[in-house]
């Protein structure tokens, strides 16, 4: 008989195990399933499966066993540990294409015009233009601040009683700014805001927001969950099992932004290994941040492992470590940082981040294009900041490849 083991002590064989369905055929792993439509044997059995009162997949689009493993698993370490009312957390992921389609999902099923979005400064670049024009196109109107102000959170909800939704990214793209998830939610549930965070640069294994009073989590999947950097995918995860059920999968549904079988499969190996990769991630990244924090070339450097960072309390309260994600500013500014990324051996000129490789690269050039400079620098993105995702290499090598290109200068 194959395993049916459902729930584990360890986040690690939670990461492999959970969301996995034996098939008929019994594979190990869970086949790619490459076809659009499901037969029905009867009309009875089409008509019921329509109505949902028989389990049973009906067309791609709306769901694949590849994206229900994905889903489960998510869902499994979102929540792993976590006991809301003497009963484990139960919740509801849906898998999507891109991290970008599960946030709009998220902003159209939730958002309608009128409404408004508090946020702040230093979102993902895409996020960021999502909601200048595609929301602000359907009158939804975003209110951007700095929410690392508790006061200044308290003040927006209480005198602006169109905000509905409540954004967070923490830490944020690319200066590794962290917000306070407990402490906003909080306030934000007293006043009835829904609150989502964007969780895709910590992954459950570093910070679970569903501990906290906030309603959904976005993944880029994209990034650590798959992490090896060979699938687009995203996930919105929600804890109001019925509206998650009814109008949110009825948003997805209808935007069309699924997934596929073969990025939900290499998606789900991914995951697998989450936990271990974290562990070097978060080690690599604390030995590269300081590194470059003792270098003489080197200005500044954002890691909230730092205590010169000035979020490092919160990081360090509401995640397990601080992180795979830093970066930092040369002393010789915008050409010290090309010359700089010209003369990496090793390390990976690109934008993404979480793989297996160190990626760096250019915000201000690079991820944050289409921001204005003028917004871009109120958010602390200078034309000289470099980000690094650093990777699970070995660390000698990759602060050795630093040392090297630094020395071009
Ligand atoms: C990459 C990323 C996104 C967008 O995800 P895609 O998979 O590229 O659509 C959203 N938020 C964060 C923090 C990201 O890093």
């Known amino acids: 008989m194959p395993a049916t083991k459902k729930s ?110 508090l946020s702040h400064y230093s979102l993902y670049g895409g996020t960021q233009e999502f909601l200048n024009i595609i929301l602000d196109s359907l009158n939804i109107e975003s209110v951007i601040a700095d929410l690392r102000d508790i006061s200044v959170v308290k003040s927006i909800l209480e005198n602006d009683p169109a905000i509905k939704l409540v954004y967070l990214e923490t830490p944020a793209n690319p200066t590794i700014q962290c917000v306070d998830i407990e402490a906003i939610s909080s306030i934000a549930k007293q006043k009835n805001k829904l609150v989502a965070v964007d969780n895709t640069f910590c992954t459950p294994y570093l910070q679970q927001p569903f501990r906290s009073e906030v309603d959904f989590v976005i993944h880029s999947t994209t990034k650590f969950l798959n992490g090896h950097g060979s699938a687009i995918g995203g996930a919105l995860v929600g804890r109001d099992l019925d509206f998650m059920k009814t109008k949110v999968t009825k948003t997805h549904r209808l935007l069309g932004g699924n997934s596929n079988g073969f990025d939900a499969f290499l998606l789900v190996q991914g995951i697998k290994t989450l936990e271990l990769r974290m562990q070097r991630h978060c080690s690599n990244a604390f030995l590269v941040a300081d590194f470059l924090n003792n270098h003489p070339q080197v200005a500044k450097v954002n890691y909230p492992g730092l205590e010169s960072h000035p979020d490092h309390e919160v990081a360090i309260k509401q995640m397990k470590h601080p992180g795979p994600m830093l970066s930092f500013e040369l002393t010789g500014g915008l050409e010290a940082g090309k010359k700089f990324i010209d003369h990496l051996e090793m390390c990976v000129r690109a934008v993404s981040l979480g793989t297996c490789d160190t990626l760096i690269s250019h915000p201000a050039s690079m991820t944050h294009y289409g921001v204005p400079k003028e917004d871009r620098e109120k958010y602390g993105i200078t034309d000289g900041l470099i980000r690094m995702s650093v990777g699970i290499e070995n660390s000698e090598d990759i602060i050795n490849d630093l040392d090297q290109a630094l020395q071009s200068n």
């Open 8 to 117: 584990f002590s360890g986040f690690g064989s939670t990461a492999i195990h959970a969301g996995h369905e034996t098939g008929e055929n019994y594979a190990h792993l869970t086949p790619i399933y490459a076809n659009s439509t499901y037969v029905f044997d009867t009309a009875e059995q089409g008509m019921k499966r329509f109505k949902g009162e028989e389990d049973g997949y009906i067309y791609s689009r709306w769901g694949t066993p590849n994206f229900t493993e994905a889903e489960n698993k998510i869902s499994a370490l979102e929540s792993f540990g976590i006991v809301k009312n003497n009963q484990p957390l139960q919740l509801k992921t849906i898998l999507h294409s891109s991290g970008m389609a599960a946030i709009s999902t998220l902003m159209l099923a939730t958002l309608k015009p009128g409404d408004k979005v």
